[in-house]
């Protein structure tokens, strides 16, 4: 199995253009990112300046890297590091481009190092290194030289928010289904996904544990990419998504666990994950849509008797206080005993209709597809950079089909909710 493991990670270096984090002696006195481990189980993370000073951040396991890198927020910062790329007349294409146009242009980057500083220190330390190496370019006598130096500069200030890009895309495949699967079957979905690697020649070794090992790493991408390979090494941590935030956690235990301890507006996912649960089945559920709806309409009836005065009740449904919480208690545990799957939508509403309201009793069973067949994952099995926000542009739609044809805005989250095939995260699909 970790032949099968390290044959896959090898063959994604070599599709991406990575090469094989190499074994360094602790001792060199050399710059860089470099990871340390004996058994694999835990890593410690050096960042070695150009200018010798060393931070170091020890005790953490590689389940755990994953987790925090992936929940990073990049995406304002990103969003400014793109929109240098559309709309500054560096990156116009000309013949000649002026240098003053770089001047220009690195006034404006000035606070993206300290930006990123306050978002992660491992991605930070990439980003000052490489801006360093970017900025101290020469001039080669080439016409568009100071385009080609800014571009030098955004791919050092961007490189982990593409990094996290690529890591998300692989967890969507390996993880995001998988919580109560074994690793191989985690391995297994990254190997469907990607199978031409599978046929790449495999150069790196594997990893020799039982003693303390150094290994450096050339970008963001390579250290998390390292990570990924040493967690399928061991078994103690799972990696699950959380269905109310939609990001990745590790579960406490071994039961199956569905929500998260994050704490987002003042509500955990663990308190709120199951109420958005069952308002999510109700609207896909056309039998809980009209349970709700009798429940709603049984309470209103209830509270229109008991304000009434007795001579007036005569013309209500008697539906007194007492009547109510018998209907409701019945109602709540036939409603049980449908979700169990111990009677069939027709008998729930059956034993519901206590005045016999209901015009029929047989509903549509509506299901969402199968995540591994929506258009998002093939999107991502097709390309590792799979990136939703330059993926879908909004546009209008006249469909002259339709009689009294109108125009349609179609955004992008619209488009990438399609694609996603209403799978989500329950506060997004909720929060209004």
């Known amino acids: ?15 991406l253009g990575l090469r094989d984090p190499k074994l360094t002696a602790p001792e060199k006195n050399i710059s860089g990112i470099f990871l340390e481990t ?24 590689p389940a755990e890297e994953l987790v925090r890198f992936t929940s990073l927020d990049f995406a304002e910062y990103h969003a400014v590091i793109q929109r240098l790329w559309t709309e500054h007349p560096l990156f116009l294409e000309r013949m000649d481009v002026p240098y003053s146009d770089y001047e220009d242009f690195e006034k404006q980057i000035g606070d993206l190092p300290d930006w990123i500083m306050k978002i992660d220190t491992i991605s930070a330390f990439y980003a ?33 928010c593409r990094a996290q890009l690529r890591i998300r895309n692989l967890l969507e495949i390996g993880f995001a289904d998988y919580e109560r699967a074994a690793q191989w079957e985690r391995y297994g979905a990254l190997e469907e996904a990607y199978p031409a690697l599978m046929h790449q020649f495999f150069p790196c070794r594997p990893m020799p544990f039982g003693h303390r090992l150094r290994y450096t790493v050339e970008s963001t991408f390579e250290l998390y990419l390292l990570e990924l390979q040493l967690y399928f090494r061991q078994k103690k941590k799972r990696i699950a998504r959380c269905e109310c935030c939609w990001q990745y956690f590790i579960p406490k235990t071994s039961a199956e666990t569905h929500y998260c301890d994050r704490v987002i507006d003042g509500l955990s996912c663990k308190a709120l994950g199951p109420k958005l649960k069952g308002k999510d089945g ?3 559920d056309e039998a809980l849509r009209i349970y709700n709806a009798l429940r709603h309409r049984m309470e209103e009836r209830r509270n229109r008797y008991e304000d009434a005065p007795p001579d007036q009740r005569e013309r209500l449904k008697p539906v007194s206080d007492t009547r109510y919480q018998e209907w409701i208690r019945a109602a709540v545990k036939v409603r049980g005993q449908y979700l169990k799957g111990k009677i069939s939508a027709s008998d729930f509403l059956r034993g519901i209709d206590t005045f016999g309201e209901l015009e029929t009793y047989e509903v549509e069973q509506v299901s969402l597809p199968e995540p591994d067949s929506t258009a998002w994952r093939q999107h991502i099995k097709g390309n590792l950079d799979f990136d939703p926000a330059t993926n879908y542009k909004g546009f209008m739609l006249l469909d002259l089909r339709e009689e009294n044809a109108e125009w349609k805005v179609w955004t992008p989250e619209e488009q990438a909710d399609i694609d996603r095939g209403g799978h989500g995260s329950l506060r997004e699909k909720y929060k209004k």
């Open 128 to 160: 000052a290194e490489h801006l360093q190496d970017a900025m101290a370019m020469q001039d080669n006598g080439s016409p568009i030289f100071p385009s080609e130096k800014g571009a030098a500069v955004l791919c050092a200030l961007d490189e982990p």
């Open 38 to 61: 004996d058994t694999g189980e835990n890593i410690d993370i050096l960042l070695v300046g150009k200018d010798g000073c060393v931070e170091e951040l020890r005790g953490r396991t």
């Open 1 to 15: 199995m970790e032949e099968w493991f390290s044959r896959f990670f090898q063959d994604l270096q070599l599709q």
């Open 282 to 284: 109700a609207a896909l």
